[in-house]
């Protein structure tokens, strides 16, 4: 039987995060709202999935899929749009928080939810920190939660795709000028503790080739699970 996490993009799009997607897809192809986020997905290999997936391509440019390296759907592209690069990650489940070692440097985490009104600011801090795809409105996907120093958003955490099961982290970043003072390590603790106590598991993709960020997610709980390749289309 499927894992849900081997098509987490498209088990999402069907399922809890369907109501995000677009008004124009169907049940052979999905692409979530562009202004939460990139990804584009298709039910299967054939023809008719292909001439949903090429429309959506089509009309919402700057999309990527996300599916399991080696498997049945890595090369269901859309036929009439190139793709710009393949980037390889992995995909990583966690079931238990590892003990924390150590808190925030500087004293007592302070954190808040953070609201529509810090789009911006979200935005900002993950375009300057590229922890993976953030659109205007990802926090939509949320609830995420960050750090502020005045008034300055300097560190966030959130989730992102849904799947049976499973919540995915994602987002964790923290400015430059902010780190080695473990913020990144609590906010993920936090969101990781609340998404566990409700019985799902949690997990993420991260790029296969940051070993330092990989390290960082095993010393939280998480084992790798499979190998992932993300497609990014042409805009």
């Known amino acids: 039987m499927p894992h849900p996490l081997d098509r987490a993009v498209w088990n999402a799009l069907t ?8 008004a124009d897809s169907t ?69 238990a928080l590892t003990p924390a070692r150590s808190t925030p440097t500087d004293g007592t985490l302070a954190y808040r939810t953070l609201t529509e009104a810090d789009d911006p600011a979200m935005l900002a801090l993950a375009t300057l920190t590229k922890p993976g795809p953030f659109r205007s409105k990802t926090g939509r996907l949320g609830p995420f939660i960050g750090i502020k120093q005045d008034g300055e958003l300097i560190a966030m955490a959130g989730r992102r795709l849904r799947v049976d099961g ?11 000028d902010h780190r080695g003072k473990g913020y990144a390590a609590a906010l993920a603790r936090v969101v990781l503790g609340e998404i566990l106590a409700t019985g ?26 499979a190998q992932m390749t993300y497609t990014i289309l042409a805009d």
């Open 27 to 95: 049940d052979r192809a999905r692409r979530i709202d562009p202004e939460i986020g990139v990804f584009l997905t298709a039910a299967d290999g054939s023809d008719e999935s292909l001439q949903a997936l090429d429309a959506l391509a089509l009309a919402n440019p700057g999309a990527g899929l996300v599916e399991m390296s080696g498997g049945p759907m890595v090369d269901v592209l859309p036929p009439s749009v190139a793709f710009q690069r393949r980037v390889e990650l992995v995909q990583m489940v966690c079931a």
């Open 200 to 225: 799902e598991g949690a997990f993420l993709h991260a790029f296969a080739d940051h070993a330092d960020s990989i390290a960082f997610y095993r010393r939280l709980g998480f084992e790798m699970r």
């Open 15 to 22: 399922g809890r995060l369907a109501h995000l997607a677009t």
């Open 166 to 176: 499973f919540t995915e982290l994602s987002g964790l970043c923290t400015h430059p």
